[in-house]
């Protein structure tokens, strides 16, 4: 299974975000592998409960998971 290819860029009580590295002939998008990207940055303790989780997408637009208990709840766009 293919996975996406992430950095994080920034990391605060506020909000932890990402960047998405690609090459997207070898990975997934963030957008695409939202639900593992959110449950992996739980499991890992990274992403905290309360946290916002934003990203830099593919066409460098910023976008937010919305999660709870670990778990994607939809997308938003800041």
């Not at 605060?12 to 990402?18: G, K, Q, V």
């Not at 960047?19 to 905290?48: C, F, H, Q």
């Amino acid at each position: 299974m293919r996975h996406a290819n992430y950095a994080i860029v920034d990391n605060t009580p506020e909000a932890l975000t990402l960047g998405d590295l690609g090459p997207w002939d070898e990975y997934m998008t963030i957008t695409n592998a939202a639900e593992d990207v959110v449950e992996e940055l739980s499991r890992a303790g990274t992403l905290k409960e309360g946290q916002r989780l934003l990203y830099y997408d593919s066409e460098n637009d910023l976008t937010e998971l919305k999660h709870k208990d670990g778990k994607l709840m939809g997308f938003a766009f800041p």
